[in-house]
Nanobody, 124 residues
């Protein structure tokens, strides 16, 4: 059974930082694109960031470029998201996704591989 488990969410003041982690089990994703999506209350789930299989290419939503950094550790079957200069509009549940597709710099999720999500709340 494939599982993606996120951790690292929490409450932080605007301008602060958080680091999200996602650990996969049940199969290896070392040759797959991995990424993050988020969903704020009353809004659709949206793409945040993705990273290719060896970490050589990364993709970001315009809203997080320059503030968020995605990385991966294939030995641990894991992906992380370093979030700096957080803003109240970054408040959302953040979801890890594996084996997603990137088209035109935007990630499209694989519905088979979602984590349970981790809440990020940024206070003003």
């Amino acid at each position: 059974q494939v599982q993606l488990v996120e951790s690292g969410g929490g409450l932080v003041q605007a301008g602060g930082s958080l680091r999200l982690s996602c650990a996969a089990s049940g199969r290896t994703f070392s040759s797959s694109v991995m990424g993050w999506f988020r969903q704020a209350p009353g809004r659709e789930r949206e793409f945040v960031a993705a990273i290719n299989w060896n970490g050589g290419r990364s993709y970001y939503a315009d809203s997080v470029k320059g503030r968020f950094t995605i990385s991966r550790d294939n030995a641990k079957n894991a992906v992380s998201l370093q979030m700096n200069s957080l803003k109240p509009e970054d408040t959302a549940v953040y979801y890890c996704n594996a084996d997603l597709t990137v088209v035109g710099g935007t990630g499209f999720p694989n519905s088979r591989y979602w984590g349970q999500g981790t809440q990020v709340t940024v206070s003003s």
